[in-house]
Nanobody, 123 residues
């Protein structure tokens, strides 16, 4: 049974940092990513990583502030979020894909999702 368990969300002041982690179990994946959904908005892409090659991609809104990384031994993907802004407030979802695709920013390729973790950035 596949499980994605997220941790690390919380409340932080603008300019602060948070680190999200997602522990995957049950099988291996071709890519993993983070998406977020703010109240009243659609779920948006944040960052993704190809599991075997390690190449990464980021949404323009988080480039230079967020870093996605993987720990192959622990089957864990993390998202280091620095210089947080109030507009980063959202529920953050970890996602995993078993499909081989170069379009790892496309949420349609992800067939497993975590339960979500709330990130709130106060001004």
């Amino acid at each position: 049974q596949v499980q994605l368990v997220e941790s690390g969300g919380g409340l932080v002041q603008a300019g602060g940092s948070l680190r999200l982690s997602c522990a995957a179990s049950g099988r291996t994946f071709s890519s993993m990513g983070w998406f977020r959904q703010a109240p009243g908005k659609e779920r948006d892409f944040v960052a993704a990583i190809n599991w075997s090659r390690g190449n990464t991609i980021y949404a323009d809104s988080v480039k230079g502030r967020f870093t996605i990384s993987r720990d192959n031994a622990k089957n864990t993907v993390s998202l280091q979020m620095n210089s947080l802004k109030p507009e980063d407030t959202a529920v953050y979802y970890c996602a995993a894909s078993t499909y081989y695709s170069d379009a790892i920013e496309n949420q349609n390729i992800y067939n497993y999702w975590g339960q979500g973790t709330q990130v709130t950035v106060s001004s």
